[in-house]
């Protein structure tokens, strides 16, 4: 490899603070890549002062890229005004992001948000919901001669860390250590309609409860960015119709703008067209604030969340909704989810058209992508294009997830390609 193009590697500054970070930090994330300092726009500065354009967004969290003046504006005004009250109070952002996510999800009358912190805690709600639910399906209340309702989830589906969250998380390695989890989650392969149609028979037999709920990503991210099949979608919908299920959409990474449309789910092909029961949203909604949570689609639903049933003492704060608010304020004024159709696009095309034979293809809607490497070596790819000052992602040992801000200009697009396009075949398998 020619030297010279080593732009970026790693500084003094960054193997410094790492050093005292081994020495402080619990090993859960591994050792960090560098020592980020300050970001603006789409680019992001190490302590070094090493610059790199931005391709992953904080894990496409990061809508507006960095530092976006009008919502550091917002948030340090409400910083200055009322940044914490509990919800024995309400607050007038969070009541108006409440208004605006029903709106771009096009809830009907009746539906309800519900805010929480996080990704898992969005979805912590929506499977207590889908538990409350279970209950009022004949055979699903325990206390009554019946079964635990149970969830259906799918293979290679990711639902966040928490026990719950988790209980519905596919791969054995981060789940397994932690068991038992929540007993009634059950996995059913995905793809496969068959397979879900026979968990859903099961229901009244040998004492198995009913499915009070399937929760699934339209494309699932942690597992390398793999879009669902619209048709299969469908006849989840057909299934879960039959049987009284709530079909439980897990938007945290595909929402807000990310895929193209506001929700995955409003992508045809993506979801074949159906409307979901529950959907949950997080990464993007905030702009880089921690937030996340729940819409429920309908009045009965929502209701079956009465005080005291759930909650939380930072959630849906007003700092949080404020960054939310704002948030989506900028992706609509500045039409950001046009634009997120049309890099993405861009994106697509010229990696398919680079002519990198590591390059396999790439796949994904919108700026939520990943490209499928030639052989399992997405962590030298990642360092590879790290070191020349693009951040990218090994989400698969097979694929490099591509997922850069909401404001992502044509010219970034080119910049981030002609970095790729270059990357050497023989890069090592990790
Ligand atoms: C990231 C993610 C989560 C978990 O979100 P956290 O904020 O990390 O808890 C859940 N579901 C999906 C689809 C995700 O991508």
């Known amino acids: 490899m020619n030297n010279d193009e080593e732009i970026t ?34 680019r992001v500065w190490d302590v070094d002062g090493n610059e790199y354009l931005d391709f992953l967004a904080g894990i496409a969290v990061n809508s507006l890229g960095y530092a976006h003046p009008k919502w550091v504006k917002a948030v340090s005004e409400q910083a200055g005004k009322i940044a914490h009250i509990s919800n024995y109070f309400a607050s007038v952002p969070q009541i108006k992001l409440a208004e605006k996510l029903l709106e771009i999800a096009g809830a009907p009358e009746g539906s309800r948000v519900y805010f929480g912190n996080s990704g898992a805690e969005g979805n912590e709600a929506a499977m207590k919901m889908a538990k409350l639910y279970g209950k009022t399906l004949p055979g699903g209340d325990p206390d009554h001669g019946g079964a635990p309702a149970r969830i259906l989830a799918l293979a290679k589906g990711f639902h966040g860390r928490t026990m ?41 037999k040998n004492g198995v409860g009913p499915v009070a709920g399937v929760m699934l990503e339209l494309i699932q991210g942690e597992a390398g960015v793999r879009p669902l099949d619209p048709a299969y979608v469908k006849g989840v919908r057909e299934l879960c119709n039959q049987n009284h ?61 009465s005080p005291g049933l759930h909650g939380s003492t930072f959630a849906g704060g007003p700092l949080a909704t404020t960054a939310g608010l704002t948030t989506l304020q900028v992706i609509e004024d500045d039409g950001l989810v046009a634009n997120a159709e049309a890099r993405g696009r861009q994106l697509r095309e010229a990696i398919a058209s680079c002519g990198n034979p590591l390059l396999v293809s790439i796949r994904g809607r919108g700026l939520l992508n990943a490209i499928q490497l030639s052989h399992p070596c997405s962590h030298a790819a990642m360092n590879w294009a790290l070191d020349r000052g693009l951040i990218t992602n090994a989400v698969a040992p097979d694929a490099l997830r591509l997922a850069p801000p909401l404001i992502v200009g044509s010219d970034d697009v080119n910049q981030a390609v002609s970095i790729l396009s270059k990357m050497p075949f023989d890069l090592p398998d990790d």
């Open 9 to 42: 590697a790693i500084g003094p500054e960054s193997e410094q603070w790492i050093s005292q970070y081994e020495n402080v930090y619990t090993h859960a994330f591994g050792t960090p890549l560098r020592v980020m300092d300050h970001g603006k726009g789409m």
């Open 164 to 204: 719950g969250a988790l209980s519905a998380t596919w791969k054995l390695s981060i789940r397994e250590p932690y068991n038992p989890l929540i007993p009634a989650v059950q996995f059913v392969e995905t793809g496969d309609l068959d397979e879900m149609q026979a968990a859903f028979d099961q229901t009244g």
């Open 245 to 305: 299920a709530l079909m439980i959409i897990d938007e945290v990474q595909t929402g807000i703008g990310r895929t193209g449309k506001w929700f995955a789910f409003q992508r045809e092909d993506l979801s074949g067209g159906i409307i979901p029961d529950i959907i949950t949203f997080a990464k993007g909604v905030a702009g880089g604030f921690p937030m996340g949570g729940m819409i429920a689609f309908g009045g009965p639903l929502a209701s079956l969340f």
